[in-house]
């Protein structure tokens, strides 16, 4: 086995808490989808997406390396959130949990000297910069808006690549 027990077992947490993150996108996309704001709920369904091909990145890199996947129990996300505004503070507190996990698992690599995972969890270091940085402008639109003008939400995202 080409990685310690311990980042094993970290990792196998992630690959947890990424699913779980797919599922809370999905379940704020179909929040979104009830207002309807159909541009809004696809970001997050993208979002959705992309949480579960992170896990799979995890998973394939376990395999990889000798190791052990052992997909941990998935939390059922939030139904229901508070406003538009409360949908992007929570991913963004949630994407701003995942940047602390990841710099935590890039702290274990560098403590066994880890170089194959060093090299693999950069990828995630620097997807976390990008993460952030698309929620932290998406709450700005949002509050500039305003729940009463969510249309220019959509507008704004309509003209996004």
């Given at each position: 086995m080409l990685i310690s027990k311990k980042l094993n077992a970290a990792i196998n947490d992630e690959i947890g808490l990424e699913l779980f993150a797919s599922n809370l996108y999905l379940s704020m996309a179909a929040y979104l989808e009830a207002y309807p704001l159909k541009k809004l709920a696809a970001m997050f369904a993208k979002q959705a997406d992309e949480e579960r091909m992170h896990a799979l990145?995890?998973?394939?890199?376990?395999?990889?390396?000798?190791?052990?996947?052992?997909?941990?129990?998935?939390?059922a996300p939030p139904a229901t959130f508070k406003s538009v505004e409360?949908?992007?503070?929570?991913?963004?507190?949630?994407?701003?949990?995942?940047?602390?996990?990841?710099?935590?698992?890039?702290?274990?690599?560098?403590?066994?000297?880890?170089?194959?995972?060093?090299?693999f969890l950069r990828w995630f270091v620097t997807e976390q910069v990008e993460e952030m940085g698309n929620m932290e402008n998406l709450l700005k639109i949002v509050q500039a808006a305003g729940e009463r003008s969510l249309i220019m939400v959509e507008a704004y995202l309509s003209h996004q690549g």
């Open positions: 990145k995890f998973f394939k890199y376990l395999n990889e390396v000798g190791g052990t996947v052992k997909i941990p129990a998935i939390d409360d949908v992007v503070k929570v991913a963004l507190k949630w994407e701003g949990e995942v940047t602390d996990r990841v710099n935590d698992l890039m702290t274990m690599a560098i403590a066994d000297k880890d170089y194959a995972a060093q090299d």
